[in-house]
């Protein structure tokens, strides 16, 4: 009777400890999936709120002015030196005759862009045709008007604290009501680099010194990451300089990229004298971030590579750089590509080694080549970030929707060719 009752007295406290654990699972992975419900939210909101401020950025309020080109207005040899504004007011005075005061119509003159001159010039230049004609041409509108149609100006606010008057915002309605004032998708965002006015302001620009700059990385870390990562793992000897150079690149990997920056600008700006602001320096500097992370990368996926696959090839009588050629790097690649790719991705994210390079100042030229001067898409949201115009936010967050879709497209491609390989293997 007494081991009877003693028996189920263990039972209950075994079933009383099983319920007590199995109650703290439950609250572990209910806590866990709060954790990642609470971070979906908040990355989510993050999100929404660049969406929502940025979307707007693809389009772009313009004014229809019927220009006349007449061939008194030009000079043959010397189209550049004509009078464009002065074809901008004509357009915009035959609309409003009835202004004639000279306030009222620099009033009126800053409803278009400071932009829409060379808009003009550009297109006589391109096409010596339009002299003597008269054309419809759809000009950008200032920032002031862009924000008021979007919704970012409100019209109920005094008119001390609006940048637009009253007198201006009733001559938008008037050209809204006629149809000349409208907003069209926005392709200067896409194919111009950077200016001072945000209507005028794009990225091609910063996309393209990116690009250039991803470029000179690609090209220096792969290939040198994955040499130094087979000669570690493959040919070094265990001795203590090998610990020491694997030591040093695993505390590089954790290196602030800052650091990178003021050795880029040590090294290779004062001490050798490259070009400053260039997508070639901005290229070295980020190499040197980048190579721990590929080599760690590279490293291991070469230990992933099974024993027995070296074994059977150096048993059939291959060499140990046909090992290595033939067998090992052909099944370490998936990883290799991965790892590299994950470090370029964190490259293009960068900024701040750059702007000690110089690759924060004002450049509104595209860059074709290695040492032109050029900035990143990264630093062009960092200076679009702190100007002071209210379009620029909306830019400022267009920009980094662009940002986002590259660092996707770059995972992704990791993502694919990783499977490709593996299914190759």
Not at 266 to 278: C, I, N, V
Request: net charge positive; aromatic share 8%.
């Amino acid at each position: 009777m007494q081991v009877r009752e003693d028996r189920q007295t263990a039972m209950e406290l075994m079933e009383r400890g099983l319920a007590r654990r199995h109650r703290r699972e439950r609250i572990f992975r209910s806590l866990g999936l709060a954790a990642v419900l609470v971070s979906i939210g908040f990355l989510a909101l993050l999100f929404a709120a660049i969406i929502g401020n940025g979307w707007t950025a693809f389009e772009q309020s313009e004014i229809l002015l019927d220009i006349d080109f007449a061939a008194d207005h030009f000079d043959v040899d010397n189209l550049a030196r004509a009078d464009y504004a002065a074809l901008v007011r004509q357009g915009l005075q035959k609309l409003f005759p009835e202004v004639r005061k000279r306030r009222q119509r620099r009033s009126l003159y800053r409803l278009v862009s400071s932009g829409a001159a060379i808009i003009l010039q550009k297109k006589v230049m391109q096409d010596t045709s339009l002299i003597g004609t008269r054309q419809s041409i759809w000009l950008p509108a200032d920032d002031a008007v862009d924000m008021l149609l979007k919704g970012r100006i409100s019209r109920t606010l005094p008119e001390n604290r609006r940048r637009l008057s009253d007198r201006q915002i009733a001559w938008i309605h008037r050209l809204a009501g006629s149809g000349r004032l409208k907003k069209r998708f926005n392709a200067t965002f896409f194919t111009a680099g950077d200016s001072r006015e945000p209507e005028l302001a794009g990225i091609r620009g910063a996309v393209a010194g990116s690009l250039l700059t991803m470029l000179v990385t690609l090209l220096l870390s792969f290939p040198v990451g994955v040499a130094t990562a087979v000669y570690l793992e493959e040919f070094a000897p265990r001795n203590r300089w090998a610990d020491l150079i694997e030591v040093n690149i695993n505390n590089l990997a954790a290196v602030p990229s800052i650091v990178f920056g003021l050795l880029g600008l040590a090294f290779f700006l004062d001490f050798l004298g490259l070009p400053r602001s260039t997508p070639l320096v901005g290229g070295l500097v980020l190499t040197l971030m980048t190579l721990p992370t590929v080599i760690i990368a590279a490293r291991a996926s070469l230990k992933a590579v099974p024993p027995s696959i070296r074994e059977a090839a150096l048993a059939v009588g291959a060499s140990r750089m046909q090992v290595v050629a033939h067998h090992v790097l052909p099944l370490a690649m998936p990883g290799m590509l991965t790892g590299t790719i994950i470090g370029m991705a964190r490259a293009l994210g960068e900024t701040a080694p750059l702007l000690l390079l110089g690759m924060v100042a004002f450049i509104a030229d595209v860059p074709s080549h290695l040492t032109d001067p050029a900035t990143v898409l990264p630093v062009q949201i960092y200076l679009w970030a702190d100007s002071p115009e209210q379009a620029f936010v909306e830019r400022t967050a267009a920009a980094i929707m662009v940002l986002l879709v590259l660092l996707f497209c770059m995972n992704g491609l990791a993502v694919f060719l990783r499977r490709r390989f593996e299914r190759r293997r």
